[in-house]
């Protein structure tokens, strides 16, 4: 549920709107819809989930980058635009 508020660009609060919760209940009689501050709180763990992913695949692209002479003297030009 915090995937899809979060690339659909709904409120947190879209999950106190009681058609959005007899919408659940709809699907599924016995779910839990979470409150507007867990919504939030698992979009944060995302985002720092993903952030620290991102670092990590840019550390080891640099890296890699870097170390291999024969990718910077046919690239050199390009890597100080």
Do not use: H
Not at 17 to 27: A, Y
């Amino acid at each position: 549920m915090s995937i899809w508020i979060a690339v659909d660009d709904q409120p947190f609060t879209v999950v106190g709107c009681p058609e959005f919760q007899e919408l659940i209940k709809i699907c599924n009689k016995d779910a839990k819809v979470p409150s507007a501050d867990t919504i939030r709180n698992d979009i944060l763990n995302l985002f720092t989930k993903q952030r620290s992913d991102m670092q990590c695949l840019l550390q080891v692209s640099i890296y890699f980058l870097l170390n291999d002479r024969t990718y910077i003297k046919r690239n050199i030009k390009y890597l100080f635009i």
